[in-house]
């Protein structure tokens, strides 16, 4: 969801930097704010008991996350960690919902936003649980192009091996095995370790 940053600051609103690698929140903490970036990404995960990590999600851009937990007062079901420098505005949640009480607009489109995300990822559930590593790999691959708007274009695709293997609960073998298998079939471009679909 994407609220003019001059609203959220108006609401008191406040931007943090956080550094590569710095946890926004964790999992179980308690759901307090609202986040909205504004420049940078951040990767929204669980560690299982083994230590393997899973990506639910990356949010970019323009993008807010966190909503269900803070609406239902639950704490994090995941933790949320910045994937390169990133800008967020934080908002206390009591902020949050009287500013969704004053724009019913708002409030209506958080809902919709809310349940394309549930959508997709029942589309991603769906294609998770197919055996091949392939159709695994271009779920990923079709999902980051459809929220670049970039669904005729090749373009690069920022990932790296073991972040499409944390997506796809693969072993990141697989995923290199499956992406040079993919490049020679003419499905991927793989030029100077970058990968383009």
Not at 127 to 145: C, D, F, Q
Not at 161 to 172: K, S
């Amino acid at each position: 969801m994407f609220i003019e940053n001059d609203i959220l600051v108006t609401w008191g609103g406040v931007a943090k930097k956080y550094k590569k690698g710095e946890y926004i929140f964790q999992e179980g903490e308690p759901a307090q704010f609202f986040y909205q970036i504004v420049s940078g990404r951040v990767r929204m995960f669980n560690v299982g008991s083994q230590g393997k990590e899973f990506t639910h999600l990356e949010f970019m851009s323009g993008e807010s996350f966190g909503e269900p937990a803070l609406l239902i007062d639950m704490p994090y079901p995941a933790s949320v960690v910045a994937v390169e420098d990133t800008v967020i505005i934080k908002l206390k949640k009591e902020s949050f919902c009287d500013l969704l009480n004053n724009y019913p607009a708002l409030e209506k489109k958080l809902t919709y936003i809310l349940a394309k995300r549930i959508y997709n990822k029942t589309v991603t559930a769906r294609e998770m649980i197919n055996t091949s590593p392939e159709v695994r790999i271009l779920a990923v691959l079709n999902g980051y192009k459809k929220r670049k708007f970039e669904i005729d274009n090749m373009i690069e695709i920022p990932y790296t091996r073991q972040e499409i293997a944390n997506f796809t609960g693969l072993r990141v073998e697989t995923v290199i095995r499956t992406l040079n298998k993919m490049n020679l079939n003419g499905v991927v471009k793989i030029s100077n370790r970058k990968l383009f679909y």
